[in-house]
């Protein structure tokens, strides 16, 4: 094959690579939540508290929104965990992502406080380099725990007002929620018709490298 012929083969494959479908990314939004609390509960090392959601928006969860508070000075970070459930109750393994939130970040009480809609008013966590796909329809679930003796706290709402699940500690379901956001960002897949252009595209340039190799 000529060198003519090698630059113009390698060009049609860069750019099939480039040309090839791609499902595109919608920006994050709240999906899930529970706003209004009556309680702030305890986090310590011989109690922990987590809560089951049901995704509305399938895609990807780039993070958790929680009012928390830490009671005096803990040495010990609080940890979140995105969990799998099986029939409504949260499983300890896998272990879908773990943050280490640092004490400093958490403010003392009075605080928690309760969360609004339009804007972030407690603690955010980040979970989009964890990569985590999520289904519309599916529960999950978020845990929070730490090593320490001293106590951190989180907003709760006795009243159960979250149709999609439940509070838990140490595993056992509750009667009640914590209050939370779930941001989630869509995957959207590409219309039909632009799906069929760009292979008919592909096509093309497959069958014209073919046409060159035979020269």
């Known amino acids: 094959m000529s060198n003519r012929h090698s630059l113009v ?3 049609m494959i860069a750019a099939a690579v480039v040309l090839a479908p791609q499902a595109a990314s919608a920006q994050a939004v709240v999906d899930q939540y529970d706003l209004v609390g009556d309680i ?10 987590g809560q089951v959601f049901t995704v509305g928006v399938g895609g990807r969860l780039t993070g ?5 508070g830490r009671c005096a000075s803990p ?8 969990l799998t459930t099986s029939g409504g109750t949260p499983q300890p393994s896998p272990v879908l992502a773990s943050v280490a939130i640092p004490n400093a970040s958490i403010p003392l009480l009075p605080p928690p406080t309760d969360l609004v809609l339009g804007s972030i008013t407690g603690t955010y ?3 989009t380099g964890f990569g985590i796909t999520v ?6 679930a978020f845990r929070l725990s730490t090593a320490g003796g001293v106590c951190y706290a989180v907003r709760g709402d006795t009243a159960a007002n979250y149709p999609g699940g439940q509070r838990f500690t140490m595993w056992t379901l509750q009667t009640s929620d914590l209050v939370f956001k779930t941001f ?15 292979a008919l595209f592909l096509i093309g340039i497959v069958t014209a490298a073919f046409v060159l190799l035979r020269r």
């Open 184 to 198: 989630n960002q869509a995957i959207e897949p590409i219309p039909t018709s632009s799906a069929l252009g760009l």
């Open 125 to 127: 966590v980040d979970l």
């Open 75 to 82: 040495t010990d970070p609080m940890v979140l965990e995105i």
């Open 64 to 68: 958790i929104e929680l009012g928390l």
């Open 135 to 140: 289904q519309s329809g599916v529960q999950y």
């Open 9 to 11: 083969l390698v060009t």
């Open 40 to 49: 702030n509960w305890a986090i310590h090392s011989s109690s922990d508290i």
